[in-house]
């Protein structure tokens, strides 16, 4: 089996188990109760039923923090949507178009101001003040490197 429809199935997995903890698990469920329908012998009400038995025992491990518990519930489905690419690789398509139903778009980086105040007390500046966090590179005395200031010395 391809790599890529590996990574997708694991993909997938992790989506369903997310949604099982959500308020758009019933939605997400009957997407999945679609998307298995007609790739296998499982009618929709025993698709249904799994995956609502998967979600009841991902709420209970979550609950009792038992960590096995809910990696099961994931490699269980894992592998179930591993075997139904192996056997339909067409549905690679509807699975990836389900996982950007089911992916929330990630949130715009939110830009953070930072405030300093800064005082100085105890001598006499006879000057303007500047700090800074970085100015590139600069170095002092002798060196190769030539550095803010660091001019021909000729």
Do not use: C, K
Not at 9 to 28: C, I
Not at 75 to 84: A, F, I, Q, V
Not at 89 to 97: I, S
Request: no cysteine.
């Amino acid at each position: 089996m391809e790599a890529e429809l590996v990574a997708l199935a694991a993909a997938g997995a992790t989506a369903l188990v997310q949604q099982m903890a959500t308020d758009g698990w019933t939605a997400a469920r009957d997407r999945m109760v679609a998307f298995f329908t007609g790739r296998g012998p499982a009618t929709p009400a025993a698709v249904e039923e799994e995956l609502d038995t998967a979600q009841a025992e991902l709420v209970a491990a979550r609950r009792d923090e038992d960590d096995d518990l809910a990696a099961d519930v994931q490699t269980e489905w894992r592998t179930r949507l591993r075997r139904t690419l192996a056997a339909d690789p067409a549905a690679a398509a509807e699975l990836r178009a389900l996982l950007d139903e089911l992916t929330p778009p990630a949130p715009e980086p939110r830009p953070t101001t930072v405030v300093y105040n800064n005082t100085m007390s105890g001598s006499v500046t006879h000057g303007p003040v500047i700090q800074i966090g970085s100015m590139g590179n600069m170095n002092q005395g002798g060196g190769g490197s030539r550095g803010a200031g660091g001019g021909d010395p000729a």
